[in-house]
């Protein structure tokens, strides 16, 4: 019973890699920003001037290489500890992954109260309490 307590922050940990994975195909393959944008701006995409669609790219590319960064920690980081427990990595890998979905957090909600378009905030936020509890059931199951 312990065992299957033991593998459960690694499940989790991938869960969360899995849907990292694809929101950095979202952001790394846009043609335009996302829905909420569009309701954030109060613009089309088409409406928007060439220029300042290349900024947005550029950033919504940004945005996806940050996922990609953190689903590939995370998606590899359970086999890998799996196979080869390593204390350091088995807090340090899901703890960078908190500290992003965090930051991805504070910057969705503080736009969703600024301008009360409904932004991604939920996503990390559950993404977050997912990673905390596989933080701390390792902690337990130490």
């Not at 690694?10 to 979202?26: E, N, Q, T």
């Not at 409406?47 to 940050?66: D, P, V, Y």
């Not at 427990?85 to 899901?94: L, R």
Request: contains cysteine; glycine residues 6%; positive net charge.
């Amino acid at each position: 019973m312990e065992e299957i307590f033991k593998i459960i922050p690694g499940i989790l940990y991938f869960f969360v890699g899995i849907i990292c994975l694809s929101m950095a195909f979202k952001g790394l393959f846009s043609k335009k920003f996302l829905s909420f944008h569009e309701e954030v701006t109060g613009k089309k995409w088409n409406e928007i001037e060439n220029r300042l669609k290349i900024l947005i790219l550029s950033l919504l590319k940004l945005m996806g290489l940050g996922f990609l960064i953190v689903s590939i920690l995370l998606i590899i980081f359970p086999i890998v500890n799996y196979f080869s427990p390593n204390e350091f990595y088995q807090y340090f890998i899901p703890a960078t992954a908190l500290v992003y979905c965090a930051g991805l957090f504070s910057v969705n909600y503080s736009l969703y109260k600024t301008t009360k378009v409904d932004t991604p905030w939920k996503g990390s936020l559950y993404a977050m309490i997912i990673l905390i509890v596989g933080i701390i059931i390792s902690i337990l199951t130490k």
